[in-house]
């Protein structure tokens, strides 16, 4: 019985919020602002899910190889 139950939680999951998603759609459709609900509901997503960060520069990014560096600091010409 608990292979069965996985699935179909997930299953009506998924149709719930699509369910859900084909009734935000209708009533923005609907509303006489239709923008004011989709974004109420995106300044809300926006607050719960922030954005990622950018990615580093490509300066930082360059990692080097532990083969060039000098073995004994002494050694090193300077």
Same mark, same amino acid.
């Given at each position: 019985?608990?292979?069965?139950?996985?699935?179909? /939680?997930?299953?009506?999951?998924?149709?719930g919020l /699509? #369910?859900? =998603?084909?009734? /935000?759609?209708?009533?923005?459709? $609907? +509303? $006489? $602002? +239709?923008? #004011?609900?989709?974004? =109420?509901l995106l300044?809300?997503? =926006?607050?719960?899910? %922030? %954005?990622?960060?950018?990615?580093? %520069? #490509?300066?930082?990014?360059?990692? %080097? !190889?532990?083969?060039?560096?000098?073995?004994d600091p002494?050694? $090193? /010409? !300077?």
């Amino acid at each position: 019985m608990h292979e069965l139950q996985v699935p179909l /939680i997930l299953t009506l999951l998924a149709l719930g919020l /699509i #369910a859900l =998603g084909v009734w /935000i759609i209708r009533a923005a459709k $609907r +509303s $006489r $602002r +239709s923008m #004011a609900p989709l974004a =109420g509901l995106l300044l809300m997503l =926006g607050a719960f899910f %922030p %954005p990622d960060p950018p990615p580093p %520069p #490509a300066s930082e990014r360059v990692v %080097p !190889d532990q083969d060039d560096a000098p073995k004994d600091p002494k050694s $090193r /010409i !300077d």
